[in-house]
């Protein structure tokens, strides 16, 4: 059972523009959200999180949004570079008390931006 | 600087043998895991550990094992490597402190099993 989902496994993207990367959750328990980035051969690193007290954060060319009752959450990209080119996972946690926590991966976006 | 390193880098061997990969971190994080990561199946929690002697199974456990001796290391073993184990295997650790959940990654170990 896929609980968080990707459902694109590929976007094109011209440079300049923005870069949409969409992710679905279906646990009600998850309340942290985080997105990685992962180049061929390396592994992946974090790019951006976002709790579920807040319905946006923003880190430069990167802005995360989250609709909780739609269990909804999209990392967009503006304006979009060529070093964007890469995949990018979404992944899910549940606050613990003790700060310890794992993580639910999606299945990953492959993001390709067009000179 | 403090990193996270993952060894070998690429193995190939044969099914039924013991296999085990390395992960290495200086940063004295409390939490280490390891995932696979097959395509459609994106990263898949196979093992992690919350310290030093804590170790619990994730989603794709069976026919591996992790034991966690020290703060630094969580080496995997294959118990005897399946060509379902076919994969890419990363290492993470995060502080388990503070209310950060940002896991850092290593370089991975690409496995061949013929």
């Known amino acids: 059972d896929q609980q968080v989902k990707q459902n694109s496994p590929s976007l094109s993207v011209q440079e300049g523009r923005i870069s949409i990367l969409n992710c679905d959750y279906t646990?009600?328990?998850?309340?942290?959200f985080l997105w990685y980035k992962k180049y061929p051969a390396e592994g992946p690193t974090f790019l951006i999180s976002i709790s579920s007290i807040k319905d946006k954060n923003e880190d430069g060319r990167f802005t995360v949004f989250l609709n909780k009752s739609a269990k909804h959450l999209s990392l967009h990209i503006v304006p979009s570079q060529p070093g964007d080119s890469a995949v990018y996972f979404c992944a899910a946690s549940a606050i613990s008390n003790f700060g310890n926590e794992k993580l639910t991966f999606g299945t990953g976006t492959r993001l390709t931006i067009i000179p | 600087d403090a990193e996270i390193t993952q060894s070998p880098r690429h193995k190939i061997t044969e099914t039924g043998r013991q296999v085990t990969l390395a992960c290495h971190q200086t940063?004295?994080?409390?939490?280490m895991f390891w995932y696979r990561q097959d395509l459609g199946h994106g990263l898949r929690l196979i093992h992690y550990?919350?310290?030093?002697?804590?170790?619990n199974k994730g989603e794709v456990s069976d026919g591996y094992s992790v034991s966690r001796s020290n703060t630094e290391d969580l080496p995997l073993t294959l118990e005897s490597a399946a060509s379902s184990q076919t994969s890419v295997y990363f290492c993470?650790?995060?502080?388990?402190?503070?209310?950060?959940?940002?896991?850092?990654f290593g370089p991975g170990t690409r496995l061949t099993v013929t």
């Open positions: 646990n009600s328990m998850f309340d942290y």
């Open positions: 993470a650790s995060s502080p388990g402190t503070g209310g950060t959940y940002e896991q850092y």
């Open positions: 940063w004295n994080h409390n939490n």
């Open positions: 550990s919350y310290g030093v002697h804590d170790t």
